[in-house]
């Protein structure tokens, strides 16, 4: 005996499984959070442009095209590249005192640092919550 699928009743669940229920007042649309977690992510380009600063850019490059259409991401990339350039400086302290030999132990603790907290902060920005990094400095305000 074959059964065949019911419709849904109306006002019942999506069978698809996307019911999409109305954000919160205040809450960042879907495209603000995900060019949000595009300026924290743009920190991995660290590893793409090493010598380029491709971890400044790209934050930098993805706010100025978003920051005046919302609040969210001018928040979150304004974060995202004062925290580049913090690494950054942090980093070239660190390559200095390389020659004292403290330096590489720095250089391994800022790069565990710099990732641990962008993938935090991507998640943060993900879930609509506004992020701020911690031992940053704000030279974009």
Known sequence: MATTPR???PGGPDPSGFDEEPLPP??????ERNWAVFCHLGGFALYLLPFALGHVLVPLVLWLLRRHESAFVDHHGREALNFQISVTLYGLVAGLLVYVLVGFVL???LAVFQFVLMVVASVR???GERYRY???IRFVS
């Not at 205040?26 to 495209?31: A, K, R, V």
């Open 7 to 9: 419709a849904p009743a």
């Open 26 to 31: 205040g809450f960042p649309e879907t495209w």
């Open 125 to 127: 920005a993900s879930q």
């Open 107 to 109: 250089l391994a603790a």
């Open 134 to 136: 911690p031992l940053t």
